[in-house]
T-cell receptor, first 109, second 116 residues
């Protein structure tokens, strides 16, 4: 079967760094996406990885290891507005996105 | 504003009602999607349309009926729903179906559906 695993909830402090992990088992691989979803709002695109390595975009970075079926999203210099759910999704052999349940990130002052 | 709009934003209906959800994208995309999002569960892909043709139907009950009259509009017709169908229904669009950073999915704000 196809499966995406990520922690249900994480807590971090404003100004700190947090790493959200995602492991996946899918039929085929056509890239891994991270989305951010604030409560009551639509998911919005954060990053896309298709090759191994680190992609950096401002305070956010995303890492992929295809051999390990593993990715992480790294958030630096955390701000209160970063409190949200972070969704990991993998494109399968049919290019359909398989989604994780999301990680709710709580930022404390 | 993501360029994808959905109406209504909230809907309460009885199990015998018939209602429709509407999605419109203003991005010139070729692919559109319906997702169901329940609390603490992964997004469930329901239907995929590419160039107005349905390409995916993930074993969705027949009480959900999609319609895509053109590449900008997508409807989800609902009838005789069950309380367990209460969820957030999200519409999304992408340039094409193939996965890449240029085919990220843009989501609408969703319709919060409650079935009594």
């Amino acid at each position: 079967g196809q499966n995406i695993d990520q922690p249900t909830e994480m807590t971090a402090t404003e100004g700190a760094i947090v790493q959200i992990n995602c492991t996946y088992q899918t039929s085929g691989f056509n890239g891994l996406f991270w989305y951010q979803q604030h409560a009551g709002e639509a998911p919005t695109f954060l990053s896309y990885n298709v090759l191994d390595g680190l992609e950096e975009k401002g305070r956010f970075s995303s890492f992929l290891s295809r051999s390990k079926g593993y990715s992480y999203l790294l958030l630096k210099e955390l701000q209160m507005k970063d409190s949200a759910s972070y969704l990991c999704a993998v494109g399968d052999s049919n290019y359909q996105l398989i989604w994780g349940a999301g990680t709710k990130l709580i930022i404390k002052p | 504003e993501t360029g994808v709009t959905q109406t209504p934003r909230h809907l309460v209906m009885g199990m015998t009602n018939k209602k429709s959800l509407k999605c419109e994208q203003h991005l010139g995309h070729n692919a559109m999607y319906w997702y169901k999002q329940s609390a603490k569960k992964p997004l469930e892909l329901m239907f995929v349309y590419s160039l107005e043709e349905r390409v995916e139907n993930n074993s969705v009950p027949s009480r959900f009926s999609p319609e895509c009259p053109n590449s900008s509009h997508l409807f989800l017709h609902l009838h005789t729903l069950q309380p367990e169908d209460s969820a957030l229904y999200l519409c999304a669009s992408s340039q094409d179906l193939e996965g890449s950073s240029y085919n990220e999915q843009f989501f609408g704000p969703g319709t919060r559906l409650t079935v009594l």
